[in-house]
């Protein structure tokens, strides 16, 4: 059976290299669960006490910094936006514009799965702007809206 561009499909790790320019230590999407291009992505980061920001964020009490979350969202973002546009393969960067309405709402430490939600909430031709829902477990960690630009 032949799969549609709108059929939710997973990625793994070799497809994310392919389609994000983003390597180790930056690289924050581990697995994407399903990507729709009319709906939206579910991507997962799985945090782990070996991450070089535990180091100094905090000794003694290990929290994933909110702006690596909101990071991570972008680079789901970043995913949905090659795949539903036809980017892969055209050497284009999808760049942040804007972070808008950025709350967290709980902590995010080693040993948590961090489900990466992101739905388009406008689509233009090289401006794109994202509503993002990091969670664990069903409860909301960071939640977040933002534009980012497709270069030429």
């Known amino acids: 059976m032949s799969e549609t561009p709108s059929t939710p499909s997973a990625l793994s ?15 924050l999407v581990d697995r994407v669960v399903s990507l729709d291009p009319e709906t939206g992505i579910h991507a997962v980061k799985a945090v782990s006490f070996n991450e070089d ?3 100094g964020h905090f000794p003694g009490r290990p929290v994933m910094p909110g702006v690596l979350q909101i990071e991570a969202l972008a680079q789901a973002a970043g995913l949905l936006a090659v795949e ?7 050497g284009k960067l999808v760049y942040f514009l804007a972070i808008d309405n950025a709350k967290f709402r709980k902590m995010v430490e080693p040993g948590h799965l961090l489900d990466l939600k992101v739905e388009f909430l406008q689509r233009r031709a090289r401006i794109c ?5 990091a969670s664990i477990d069903g409860e909301v960690t960071c939640d977040v809206e933002f534009t980012a630009m497709i270069e030429k």
């Open 13 to 27: 790790i070799p497809r994310i290299l392919e389609l994000l320019p983003h390597r180790y230590p930056m690289l």
């Open 53 to 55: 920001f535990f180091q």
């Open 84 to 90: 539903a546009l036809g980017l892969a393969g055209t």
């Open 129 to 133: 702007k994202f509503k993002g829902e």
